[in-house]
């Protein structure tokens, strides 16, 4: 009896304590991805079993100053969508942007149809039919449009890219990039090499300058948690003039400057500068692939090709030049607004 009546205090104060806790503005539940779930199931015609792939820009997005976190939520009990599984795809966007969603299934013969939704201005979910989104290139991307709006390339290149198996480290830095594309290939591909090439040492850590730089810096940066807030990472712009200063090869595949900087209780001590080159083999590529009348999508079969060659890393970074730096003045140099890194390593012509 004892023990009831103490029970009935715990609860009556643990209901009590709830309803006097303050809510949080945090996640509430709009309903957008519940609502897009169920329709687009039945658009796709999903039946449990069947291999799905979720992409979304929830939780990064926003909703008229609410939080979307929680739209995700459906997709696992739906679709059986997650990161461990590695079939939810969390893509990275504006918290100005509105949340989509975008649903692929793979059928038996390997071939994907996705289906796209998008939140209107006010608050409706737009679903679509589902589309063919399996890249080719007989691909009719213009239905793809039609079905899948400002979605398309995320839907054909997500989706292609899940079915065939992309690495994780790959597709995390691709959905950091927001899209996937031959760019952040190339930049996963030469964290790969710098890992197996010149590993870290005790006491050292990577600095970056992507220079020049494209998509490549944000799989660098997500493969190798290198930043510029934490101070390893950056991306310079070279002029026409600059450019046509280095050796014509040079100029063709330079890819950056790679760097191992050695510190002791936080002092200077050493940074060994690795200039490296990237080649696309885009002549390879295409001869291979022929050319495909939506440029984008070309550059998404170009991903694909170079991903099923990730093992061959020399056959795409290739070290330019190797300098060691013992003073940190002149490492300092190499950094600074205004700082010459192409004559400090000694490649002007
Ligand atoms: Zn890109």
Redesign the pocket.
Known sequence: MKTNILSAVSIAFILAALALSPRTACCGDLGFGAGFAERAAVSIGYEPGDSALCATNAGYAGWKGSDTIKEIKPFAGKFGCSLGDGNLYNVHSSMGESPWFVVTVKSKDGSLRSVCGSVGDDGSIDVSKPVDVTLSKNLDYSAVKEACGNMSYSAVGYSNTWSAGAPWHLTQGALF?N?F?P??TSGYIIAKWLLKNAPLEAGENYNIIGLPHW?KEDSLMSALDVTPGKGGYFAMRWTDEQKKALPEDVARDIAGFFIKVKRENRAFKSAKVLVLGFDFHKDEFFEWAGENKHPELSNLQLALWAFERLDRLDYFVRLIKEIEIADEKEYERLLAPGGAPFKLVGLYK
Do not use: E, T
């Open positions: 990039h899209h594309c760019g952040v998509c």
